[in-house]
Every structure is written in C-alpha cells, then in structure tokens.
C-alpha cells in the first residue's frame, strides 16, 4: 500500500506554493500554497511578501551538516558579542533572556546571551516540540526512508474531531471554484492532510493542529507500522480504554524524549501538556511545560547540523519554518525584510484583578511571556540563530521585541 501511495504522488501534475518556499506546492499538496504561487507567477507584487519570503526550495539548505563541532562548542562565550548584548538589555525591565549564535563563519562561531538559563512558560514556541515528536515517530516506523515518510504526509487525511476544540486561531482553506482563500476557526468535522496539519500548527501556529499532530504522535507509538491503516474505531478503542495516566506517560515520553536525545535537558526546554482543553480529556497534563533560550537555540543547532531526527527530516522541519506568512513580533523588523527567516513565536497570558488595571491581548498583569525563535540568512552569507523570551507584565511587548530585532542586527553586522 506504501509504495502505490509514493507512486501516485509522482503521476500527478504540477502546481505550487505557499508557507513554505512557494514553489512547494507540488512536494507537499498543502491545498492553500498552490494559491500564493498562482498569485506570484501573475504579480509578485501581489503577494505582498518580503523579499526574504521567496526563497524556492533549493534555497534552503542546512548550514552546519559538515561542522564536526560537539554541541557544548557553539555555546562558548564570545566576549564581544556577550558584552555587546547585555548593553542592548541594560535599560530593559528585568524580565528578558536572550541567545544569540552567529555562525556565518563556521571557523568564528560567536555565542552572545543575556540570562540564557532563566526558565519560561514557552507557550506556541513548544508546537515545535510537537514537530520533532511526529517527524521521530514517523522515522521510527518507516525506517528513515524518506520517500514513504512524505507519502504518508501526502496521503494521509486525519479529522479534527472532539481533539482540537475549543481554538481560537484561524486557518486558511483554499476555494478551487472561486480560487480564493478564506480564513476560520477549526471545527470537529475538518479534515487536512498530516502536511496540511503540519503547516496549520507551524505556519498559523494553530492550537488545534498542535493537538492534532502531538495525538498523532501518540498513535504512531501505538500503533507502529499499521499506522497507515488503523481504523478510527480501532484508535477510539485506544484512547477510551487505556488508564489516562498511561496515556499522558506515553504523550510526554513521545514529546520529551526527542529533546533529551538532542543534548537538551528537562529545564531547558519540556513540553506538558496539549493545545485545546477537548485533548486533555483524553490524554491530562503532566510536569508542566518551560523553555530556556539556550535550551531552544540547542534545538535549532541541531537542526542546522541534521541531527534532529535525520539530516532529511531537519530539511523539511526548516523548510516549515520557513516564513512565507506576514511577519509578527520579532520577525516584523524592517531590517529582516530581504532575509530569509526560520521562525516561531509563542504567546502566554493571565490576568487578575487589580485597581486601575484593564486586561488586553498580551498584556496580562499575572503573567505575561511572549517568546521568539528565528533562524535568520541572506543570500551573501550572514547566518545566526536568536532566541528571545519574556515575561514583562501589564504591557504588550511587541514593539520592544521588534526593536530589539532590528537592533541585534545591526550589532551583528558591526561586529563583523
């Protein structure tokens, strides 16, 4: 059944693109990219997106998959960059880490942080983890070839379901008969592909598709390699009738564990629970989620190196993260406009009550983290990774997370 999938994949015609480089439509049939390159190929001013977004998928690449260098290496202080950085964030509230890796030249790696080991809530940051969890069980049961990995992604189609309720983001869907694009919330009864899931958790940062995909983490552990044909009765079975606590031990080992392997410890960077309260009926939290700058530039090392998962399975992971949907937050800086940029960002509130205080979106006075990771390149060769989390109440951190962007590549390009 595997091999007739792969070859239907080949047989068919060609499209295109979109949250991933544009041209990828055809590698993926993530229904709403063949959209955007219809646009693009007609007017490129039409898409309305930074130069740095039309990278093609032969653009992207893994830098560090030759640099022999142990992972500990790329975290050795520079004394320029370090001194550097903790003067952009001498007159900011306490409440702000940051890492920074410059790896433009691989023989003059540079390491800057300001309170690199300080633990947050990571918030949408830990979709990735979910990422990671899918694409190592995935490899697990088809043996690392990459071929039969990509014709599931393809052929696979999982609804919704009870899993991804209630969320608050909107994901696109494609019209065919109109040709046009259209946003809503995710309801039970939708359907998508694992890519299309996939692309809806990374590139929207889609609560729901987070939930969808960390469950189909879970089933991949169960179900090894009948995977492919499990019935939806047979996975019901599954989850009403294993103890819950055995299900969250098999959730959090499926999201965790990855992590560990990679050289990234527990307070660095863990993940403890779903996306949507629908799934923690199903599978309850445990351990509670954190993340570290350091523990969340380890991940994207790795990722440069190939090592997540496989040199394969990196490249794709890179490729989701790549920006081709309008930039927030840090990613928002004018000066990344003609860079390509490898991202996520994340966002935690809560508020109480307190006199003269209103609660708004991302400005909660309980607590407040707002975090981004990005993986920053041009096309004349300047390469570095940034991690930023904060957690700065009563006020909505965009703009200075924004600046800081801006000023942090400056700095870069000063220190060359």
Not at 73 to 89: G, I, M, P, R
Not at 249 to 272: F, H, K, Q, Y
Not at 395 to 408: C, D, F, G, P, T
């Amino acid at each position: 059944m595997k091999r007739l999938y792969i070859l239907f994949l080949f047989l068919i015609g060609s499209s295109t693109s979109y949250a991933y480089p544009i041209d990828g439509y055809n590698y993926t049939h993530i229904d709403r990219l063949s959209y955007l390159y219809k646009q693009f190929l007609v007017d490129s001013n039409s898409v309305k997106l930074e130069n740095g977004a039309l990278w093609m998928m032969e653009d992207i690449e893994l830098s560090l998959v030759d640099d022999k260098s142990k992972l500990e290496n790329y975290f050795e202080e520079n004394k320029d960059l370090d001194k550097a950085v903790s003067s952009l964030f001498r007159q900011l509230e306490t409440p702000y880490s940051f890492s920074v890796i410059d790896y433009s030249d691989h023989n003059n790696i540079k390491y800057g942080s300001h309170r690199d080991e300080v633990q947050y809530q990571p918030g949408s940051v830990g979709k990735l983890a979910i990422m990671i969890a899918f694409f190592t069980e995935l490899d697990e049961v088809y043996d690392g070839d990459w071929d039969e990995m990509r014709g599931i992604l393809n052929s696979k189609f999982v609804t919704a379901e009870k899993w991804a309720i209630p969320n608050h983001h909107t994901v696109p869907f494609y019209d065919s008969k109109k040709d046009k694009i259209y946003k809503r919330k995710v309801i039970a009864s939708d359907q998508f592909s694992l890519y299309e899931w996939l692309d809806h958790m990374v590139s929207v940062s889609s609560n729901a598709a987070a939930s969808i995909m960390w469950r189909e983490a879970v089933i991949l552990r169960a179900f090894g390699d009948r995977y492919e044909c499990v019935s939806d009765s047979e996975i019901k079975s599954f989850f009403d009738n294993t103890p819950k606590s055995i299900l969250s031990d098999i959730a959090i080992d499926v999201v965790n564990c990855p992590l560990t392997t990679m050289g990234i410890e527990s307070d660095e960077w863990r993940l403890g629970s779903f996306f949507t309260s629908g799934s923690d009926q199903y599978i309850p939290p445990k351990g509670g989620s954190t993340g570290t700058t350091k523990g969340l530039l380890k991940f994207l090392v790795q990722l440069e190196k190939g090592t997540v998962v496989s040199e394969r399975a990196s490249l794709e992971m890179k490729r989701l993260m790549y920006l081709t949907d309008r930039r927030i937050r840090y990613a928002r800086a004018n000066s990344l406009d003609d860079s390509a940029v490898y991202f996520k960002s994340g966002s935690y509130y809560s508020c109480k009550a307190e006199a003269g205080f209103t609660c708004s979106n991302y400005a909660g006075n309980r607590f407040n983290y707002m975090n981004s990771i990005a993986m920053v390149e041009t096309k004349k060769g300047r390469k570095y990774m940034v991690s930023l989390m904060s957690n700065v109440l009563r006020k909505n951190s965009v703009n200075e997370h924004l600046r800081l962007a801006n000023q942090i590549d400056r700095l870069l390009n000063d220190l060359e």
